[in-house]
C-alpha cells in the first residue's frame, strides 16, 4: 500500500543505508518538503512520526500553520526570499535554508524577536551559476558567513544547495562534493557549523554518500504535487 507512513519508513530505511553504504558519521535529518500538500497530509506524515516540515511559499505555509497549530512542527522555510516577506518568515518558522543576499540576513535578524530562539540559518549556495535558481556564488560564501554571524538573533548553522538535477550520477555527484567542499573549508576557518542541506526525492542517497546531514524530500514522500491553486480547497 502506498501511503504517507509507508513512504516514509521506505525513505528512512532508505536514508539509513546510504549512510551504512557511505560509511557516514554523520546524522542525517528528513526534512519533509510540504509545498502544494494540503494540511490534511501534512497531519497524516505527523502522525507517522514526521516532525520537520519545509515550506517554499509563505502564504500557503502560514494557511498550514494556522490548521495545524495543534501540532509540535518545526517548520523550515526554503523557498526564495523576499524582502517584504522576512517579518513573517522571522516570527513563524525555526530554519531558514535559503539565506543568500545579506540585506536579507539583517531583515530576519531585526524582526527576530529576541523572546524567540535565534533563527536557525543555512546560506545557499549557487553551485552550477543558474541564475534561476538563487544562492550565492563560491567565492561570495565567506564574506556572506563572516556578516551572519555578527547578527545576534540568527545562527548560522551550515549550506543548503540545489544542483541542477541530472540523470548523470557522477556530475550530480561532483555538485554535491563542491557544496562539501565549501562547507569543509568554512569549517576550517573557524566556523562552528553542523548543517548540509543537499538532497532531494531523486539524488538523496548520492548527497548522503557526500556528507548530507538534512535531505529535503516532497514528491518521494508525499506523491506528485497538486496543482497550485488546489491546496486551500481541499485542505
Ligand atoms: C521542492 C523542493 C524540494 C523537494 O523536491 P522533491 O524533488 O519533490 O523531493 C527540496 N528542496 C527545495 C528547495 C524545493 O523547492
Known amino acids: 500500500?502506498?501511503?504517507i507512513s509507508s513512504r516514509l519508513q521506505h525513505?528512512?530505511?532508505t536514508i539509513q543505508s546510504a549512510r551504512a553504504a557511505g560509511h557516514c558519521q554523520q546524522t542525517v535529518q528528513?526534512?519533509?518538503?510540504?509545498?502544494?500538500q494540503s494540511a490534511l497530509r501534512l497531519r497524516e506524515a505527523y502522525a507517522a512520526g514526521q516532525r520537520a516540515f519545509g515550506e517554499n511559499y509563505l502564504q500557503e505555509a502560514l494557511e498550514k500553520q494556522a490548521q495545524l497549530s495543534d501540532l509540535?512542527?518545526?517548520?523550515h522555510f526554503i523557498g526564495p526570499i523576499q524582502s517584504n516577506k522576512?517579518?513573517?518568515?522571522?516570527q513563524n518558522f525555526s530554519?531558514?535554508?535559503?539565506?543568500?543576499?545579506l540585506k536579507?540576513?539583517?531583515r530576519l535578524n531585526a524582526a527576530r524577536s529576541a523572546s524567540q530562539p535565534p533563527l536557525q540559518v543555512c546560506i545557499q549556495l549557487n553551485v552550477d551559476s543558474e541564475a534561476s535558481k538563487g544562492g550565492v556564488a563560491m567565492h561570495e560564501v565567506a564574506a556572506l558567513a563572516a556578516a551572519i554571524v555578527s547578527l545576534p538573533q540568527l545562527r548560522l548553522r551550515g549550506l543548503m544547495a540545489i544542483p541542477e538535477p541530472s540523470q548523470d550520477r557522477d556530475k550530480q555527484r561532483m555538485q554535491f562534493k563542491q557544496v562539501r567542499e565549501c562547507y569543509d573549508a568554512l569549517i576550517k576557518t573557524?566556523?562552528?557549523?553542523?548543517t548540509l542541506s543537499i538532497g532531494m526525492s531523486e539524488d538523496y542517497p548520492i548527497a548522503i554518500e557526500q556528507g548530507a546531514s538534512i535531505v529535503r524530500i516532497g514528491s518521494a514522500l508525499f506523491g506528485a504535487r497538486q496543482p497550485a491553486g488546489t491546496i486551500a480547497a481541499s485542505a
Open 1 to 3: 500500500m502506498n501511503t
Open 11 to 13: 525513505i528512512l530505511a
Open 30 to 36: 528528513l526534512l519533509a518538503v510540504s509545498k502544494a
Open 72 to 75: 509540535a512542527i518545526e517548520w
Open 86 to 90: 522576512t517579518q513573517l518568515i522571522a
Open 95 to 101: 530554519w531558514v535554508h535559503s539565506l543568500d543576499r
Open 104 to 106: 536579507i540576513a539583517q
Open 190 to 194: 573557524g566556523y562552528a557549523l553542523d
